[in-house]
């Protein structure tokens, strides 16, 4: 038997494995590494928040959500995330309720028009998702918050996630109505960021 | 009951006229565990006035008296019943769905009635109206009583306060 390889068909066919192989985590990361604007229009802030009774409990969105999320493509801890959200922009679907979101007794919005979350710690959990840690600020209360996050989508220049959490409103400052509703909200979000 | 009454119709009126606040949320709240209370206890205090009828009117008591006052007193007891019932009926149609939790410990279902606005600004004008007619109703009553007490001076409203053995 002769030598059937020469040294360089050997090289080519390397290259078409490493290129043909699907890309690893670390890939992934890396690609995805970079600095992003949150897009409202394609990003979604909803909340939860149940009843005695097993009535629907109070449902709605944030139509002003704002942000930016940075990606470190060499340790994804060291990633952070910034939201802010405009407490005025709360949306039921019925206006006597989005009054009273607005008003004194829960985000009293003409006082504290903004709740923002900075994240201090991500830690990734499985290949595509991640716990964020960071302090949630909501009617001048900072407190402690924790988000799980999921890669939903990703595009050249938008990337998405989904993200979930819930927190206690008693904690900052907005118990009304315990125990008919609940004093747990459920936040679930869908957080799409542009490159920039 | 009378105390709890008359608080109840004055929470309710103020209640109404505040701006959205926590304090007013929590006070709805109290309106409505206080009148499930009143409710509570009018069932009662009917039941035992037909079990235990009260002592006959005086001898000297003109039909048309007679007549007035039972009538009085049959609309109150109606109204200790309608006024609750018309209160829990209106937040069972509105469209918030507020759940009724009695001094927050006591679910109360909902009655089953269509969610609807135009329903629920009926019932809530209901609601006013019969509370302001018992309110009348009451002045009624009370001025009989002074009347017996100090114009007849036939025993009744002692009767009333301080049953006989």
């Known amino acids: ?196 | 009951m009378a105390i709890l009454f008359l608080a109840q119709a004055a929470l309710g009126t103020i209640m109404a006229r505040l701006p959205d606040s926590a304090i007013k949320f929590d006070l709805y709240q109290w309106h409505k565990s206080n009148g499930l209370l009143i409710l509570a206890f009018a069932l009662v205090r009917i039941a035992w006035r037909l079990a235990d009828p009260p002592p006959p009117l005086p001898a000297a008591m003109p039909p048309w008296e007679r007549r007035a006052a039972r009538a009085n007193h049959l609309l109150l007891y109606g109204a200790l019943l309608a006024i609750p019932v018309a209160g829990l009926a209106l937040v069972s149609a509105s469209p918030l769905q507020v759940p009724t939790v009695a001094f927050g410990v006591l679910y109360v279902p909902p009655l089953p009635l269509p969610r609807d606005e135009a329903l629920e600004a009926a019932l809530i004008a209901l609601h006013g109206t019969l509370a302001f007619a018992a309110l009348a109703l009451v002045a009624v009553h009370v001025a009989a009583a002074l009347r017996h007490r100090f114009v007849l001076r036939d025993g009744v409203l002692a009767r009333m306060l301080r049953p006989p053995p």
């Open chain 1, 1 to 196: 038997m002769h030598r059937a390889c020469s040294p360089t068909l050997a090289a080519a066919f390397l290259a078409l494995i490493a290129v043909a192989a699907p890309a690893t985590g670390d890939t992934l990361l890396e690609s995805a590494a970079g600095r992003y604007r949150i897009a409202p229009d394609a990003s979604r802030v909803d909340f939860h928040v149940g009843q005695l009774g097993g009535g629907p409990g109070i449902n709605g969105h944030f139509s002003d959500v704002r942000g930016t999320f940075t990606i470190d493509g060499r340790d994804l801890s060291r990633s952070t995330v910034e939201i802010v959200i405009g407490t005025g922009s709360a949306e039921t679907g019925n206006e006597r309720v989005d009054r009273f979101l607005r008003g004194g007794a829960v985000f009293h919005a003409e006082k504290f028009p903004e709740a923002t979350f900075r994240s201090t710690r991500v830690t990734r959990t499985g290949p595509d998702t991640a716990v964020i840690d960071g302090v949630l600020t909501a009617r001048g209360i900072s407190e402690r918050a924790r988000f799980g996050a999921r890669l939903a989508d990703r595009g050249p220049r938008r990337i998405g996630f989904r993200v979930a959490g819930e927190l206690f409103r008693s904690r900052f400052g907005m118990p009304v109505g315990t125990p008919a509703y609940a004093d747990r909200v459920v936040l679930d979000m869908d957080l799409v960021g542009e490159r920039i």
